[in-house]
T-cell receptor, first 114, second 113 residues
Framework: GAVVSQHPSWVICKSGTSVKIECRSL??????MFWYRQFPKQSLMLMAT?????????EQGVEKDKFLINHASLTLSTLTVTSAHPEDSSFYIC??????????FGPGTRLLVL | QKEVEQDPGPLSVPEGAIVSLNCTYS??????FMWYRQYSRKGPELLMY????GNKEDGRFTAQVDKSSKYISLFIRDSQPSDSATYLC?????????????FGSGTRLSIRP
């Protein structure tokens, strides 16, 4: 089956610093990648959708200047949380899809901002 | 009103019991319905995927969709401790996987040995 990886699996950073999270599709070419955020005991909320080589489309209420998304290749997308604050602490999950196939989810990255 | 409503639980049942998980949705434009299983601190994995009203069976799992009442269900037969997880119902409008997925809040399920 299709495999999506994320790196790192968890990260702790100081308030004000930036953190980059990578999402890779290991055995397929992901034309579209998605970034979700999940707070404890809550559901996944879509943050943005990105197509390879294009600017990401952000959901309402998600600051595009704070959450920088790059989808430079068909197998890699990155999410950079700039000037992170404690309220950004969350579980960040990416998913990837190839053409019209279903979305495959990564294992998630747990971010803790001190 | 949330687009997808799901009882958060927690739900605890003995091993071997039949489990019924349910969701309702508000928008009749939703066409595709999914159930995901999410273990603690892991990403969700797709369990079932249905399009039309009716039942779809896969092993011990049965997904049921009733579009007339906007009600979706997941049944787990012969439940096992390894089924303990959070189950998320989800839906989307379009056929393409690039369509936005709307998730329910998830139901935490615990199977007691």
């Amino acid at each position: 089956g299709a495999v999506v990886s994320q790196h790192p699996s968890w990260v702790i950073c100081k308030s004000g610093t930036s953190v980059k999270i990578e999402c890779r599709s290991l055995d397929f070419q992901a034309t579209t990648m998605f970034w979700y955020r999940q707070f404890p005991k809550q559901s996944l909320m879509l943050m943005a959708t990105s197509n390879e080589g294009s600017k990401a489309t952000y959901e309402q209420g998600v600051e595009k200047d704070k959450f920088l998304i790059n989808h430079a290749s068909l197998t890699l997308s990155t999410l950079t949380v700039t000037s992170a604050h404690p309220e950004d602490s969350s579980f960040y999950i990416c998913s990837a899809s190839e053409a019209s196939e279903t979305q495959y989810f990564g294992p998630g990255t747990r971010l803790l901002v001190l | 009103q949330k687009e997808v409503e799901q009882d958060p639980g927690p739900l605890s049942v003995p091993e071997g019991a039949i489990v019924s998980l349910n969701c309702t949705y508000s928008n009749s434009a939703f066409q595709y319905f999914m159930w995901y299983r999410q273990y603690s601190r892991k990403g969700p994995e797709l369990l079932m995927y249905t399009y039309s009203s009716g039942n779809k069976e896969d092993g011990r799992f049965t997904a049921q969709v009733d579009k007339s009442s906007k009600y979706i269900s997941l049944f787990i037969r012969d439940s096992q401790p390894s089924d303990s997880a959070t189950y998320l119902c989800a839906t989307r409008k379009g056929y393409s996987s690039a369509s936005k997925i709307i998730f329910g809040s998830g139901t935490r399920l615990s199977i007691r040995p």
